[in-house]
């Protein structure tokens, strides 16, 4: 059977309660820390490894909730949600693919922000590549990811990890 490849707002609120992998299974996080507005393409090929992708989008609007308190008059998104978004998106792969457990970021071995998401965006684009997939007792996602703003790639994260664990045994995060 063919699995969904693109989810609509309505379907990630749907995960963030979760409905969609099932109770103690893989959700994302409900607003304001849903850092995206929709997936348009996830997929267990692709990517720039060639073992699945997971690409979303978030429309920026000046009215979002960390405008106005990072900073005030001086307002720019924290690059930690953008990196959060990637570690959501890393997460939601791995329910999306099957696997039980609740998700948690793990880590993620190098970040590079080469710019910043201001009020004056329109959209952002983010990317998730999958490196490796561990589906045994221990399930890890490693993947690389990026964040476009209008187009033009300003975030780049290596090695994110995030695992799946049993509810007696999550880790914190």
């Given at each position: 059977?063919?699995?969904?490849?693109?989810?609509?707002?309505?379907?990630?609120?749907?995960?963030?309660?979760?409905?969609?992998?099932?109770?103690?299974?893989?959700?994302?996080?409900?607003?304001?820390?849903?850092?995206?507005?929709?997936?348009?393409?996830?997929?267990?090929?692709?990517?720039?490894?060639?073992?699945?992708?997971?690409?979303?989008?978030?429309?920026?609007?000046?009215?979002?909730?960390?405008f106005p308190c990072h900073f005030a008059g001086d307002p720019v998104m924290p690059g930690c949600l953008g990196l959060d978004a990637l570690w959501q998106m890393t997460g939601f792969f791995l329910g999306w693919g099957g696997s039980s457990g609740r998700g948690r970021a793990l880590g993620v071995g190098e970040v590079k922000f080469s710019d910043q998401v201001l009020p004056?965006?329109?959209?952002?684009?983010y990317g998730v590549?999958?490196?490796?997939?561990f589906r045994s007792k221990l399930v890890l996602g490693i993947a690389d990811g990026w964040l476009e703003a209008d187009g033009r790639?300003?975030?780049?994260?290596?090695?994110?990890?995030?695992?799946?664990?049993?509810?007696?045994?999550?880790?914190?995060?």
């Open positions: 059977m063919a699995r969904q490849s693109s989810f609509t707002y309505e379907e990630l609120l749907a995960c963030g309660r979760g409905e969609l992998f099932g109770p103690g299974n893989a959700q994302l996080p409900l607003p304001p820390m849903l850092m995206f507005d929709r997936i348009t393409s996830i997929g267990e090929d692709g990517g720039a490894y060639g073992k699945g992708h997971v690409l979303a989008e978030l429309d920026v609007r000046p009215d979002l909730w960390f004056t965006v329109k959209k952002v684009v590549d999958l490196k490796r997939v790639r300003i975030y780049e994260a290596k090695d994110m990890r995030v695992g799946l664990f049993q509810a007696d045994a999550a880790a914190g995060g």
